[in-house]
């Protein structure tokens, strides 16, 4: 947490969420950078709407769409996440101690969110150019016509992974139960190297790039082909 700053304390307790993010927006035209959000509950929506350079730590577990939107925003929760984690994130960081249910990072255009323990079903779901990286397993359908970015699974990950994949580089360090339609695995090059490294890197995960292998997309789906009409 920043030392330039004070910082402000808001217990969900005793303040609504409408309330908090009421002022986590205000903050964005002038006031406290840093916050410390404390008995959390599993309320929905926290830190959704985001539109500015702030520090927001979460003490404890979050319901569904907390830190929706982000851009440009740090938010670190220190628990566990429901469905729609950092749903359509545009930049900023998301990071989550713990595990987070359906639908993390889903139609993300930027920024990076850290899962730390396991993500559900349909991570990354339709991504737009945010990086994912999950430290344990992800469910089924994950990367489900993802688009762009990067999501990079520690574990193992679900049936279906990539089905209808566009252009997203998904990197899996254990076993895939099944790949979905048009997603294939491909060889990890000098710049998928790079990405993965550094993405590894700023996500501070430690594992060694050489285990992880990549899948992405064959590009057999982009246009309809009545010969292909059995892959979708």
């Not at 205000?26 to 500015?52: F, N, T």
């Not at 969110?113 to 993500?119: E, M, S, T």
């Not at 079903?121 to 489900?144: E, H, P, W």
Request: net charge negative.
């Amino acid at each position: 947490m920043s030392t330039e700053t004070a910082l402000e304390v808001v217990d969900l307790s005793q303040t609504s969420v409408r309330e908090l993010n009421q002022r986590l927006h205000d903050a964005a035209s002038g006031g406290p950078q840093a916050w410390q959000v404390v008995h959390p509950g599993g309320l929905h929506s926290i830190a959704a709407g985001l539109d500015a350079p702030l520090e927001v730590d979460i003490e404890g577990h979050v319901g569904y769409y907390c830190a929706g939107m982000n851009k440009e925003a740090a938010v670190r929760i220190h628990g566990n996440a429901g469905v729609g984690l950092a749903e359509n994130i545009m930049s900023g960081s998301v990071v989550v101690d713990g595990d987070a249910s359906q639908s993390a990072g889903a139609t993300g255009h930027g920024g990076l969110v850290v899962i730390r323990g396991n993500a559900s079903t349909r991570c990354g779901i339709s991504m737009k150019g945010v990086n994912i990286v999950v430290g344990g397993d992800v469910g089924n359908l994950s990367a489900f016509m993802a688009q762009k970015g990067a999501l990079v699974v520690c574990g193992d990950a679900g049936e279906a992974l990539g089905d209808s994949i566009y252009e997203t580089h998904i990197y899996v360090r254990g076993s895939v139960a099944s790949l979905g339609a048009d997603c294939i695995e491909k060889e990890i090059g000098e710049f998928h190297a790079g990405e993965l490294s550094g993405l590894l890197e700023e996500s501070g995960v430690d594992a060694d790039p050489g285990e992880f292998r990549r899948y992405g997309t064959a590009r057999r789906l982009y246009n309809f082909d009545i010969d292909n009409a059995g892959d979708y």
